[in-house]
């Protein structure tokens, strides 16, 4: 959060400290008569990697494991008669995806990621980004009533 003037539709500016330094990447200016100078930046040290990438493969390139799903909720439970209520719900794994490789199955809860308890697909999804392509994680998923231990090698997030 910073106090620094953002006029309002004025996005993707740099935030400079005092010293000339370029610590942020100016995001959102929240505007509400109750609410003044509330604006986002994003951090530089999160914008590097990715200027970084761009400026060397033209891209940004991610690790991935190739799942999609979503948040464990009552309404999930209800419907797949889930035996636990936080996690995430594998809905589909694309062939040949790390995941699926590593013996995933669409209707496994991912509750654990190297040992971090996954509480939301945002958990996982920070994890994730945070390893580097070829690290070898174990994932915990929950399958029926039983949980199991996935070994999955993260690969590079294909172009889309």
Do not use: C, H
Request: charged share 25%; no cysteine.
């Amino acid at each position: 959060q910073t106090d620094a003037a953002i006029n309002p539709g004025k996005r993707g500016g740099t935030l400079i400290n005092l010293r000339g330094e370029v610590i942020g990447i100016n995001s959102i200016k929240i505007v509400n008569v109750d609410i003044e100078g509330l604006n986002f930046a994003i951090p530089s040290n999160t914008v590097k990697p990715i200027v970084d990438a761009i400026i060397k493969y033209g891209r940004v390139i991610r690790p991935w494991i190739g799942i999609l799903g979503g948040d464990v909720n009552p309404a999930l439970m209800d419907r797949y008669k889930l035996t636990v209520d936080k996690g995430v719900f594998v809905s589909e794994l694309p062939e040949g995806s790390p995941a699926a490789k590593a013996g995933m199955k669409s209707g496994d809860i991912i509750v654990s990621f190297n040992g971090e308890e996954i509480t939301n697909f945002g958990d996982l999804r920070a994890l994730v980004e945070d390893r580097k392509i070829g690290e070898v994680i174990e994932i915990t998923v929950v399958r029926g009533d039983k949980k199991e231990i996935l070994t999955v090698t993260l690969e590079q997030m294909p172009e889309q």
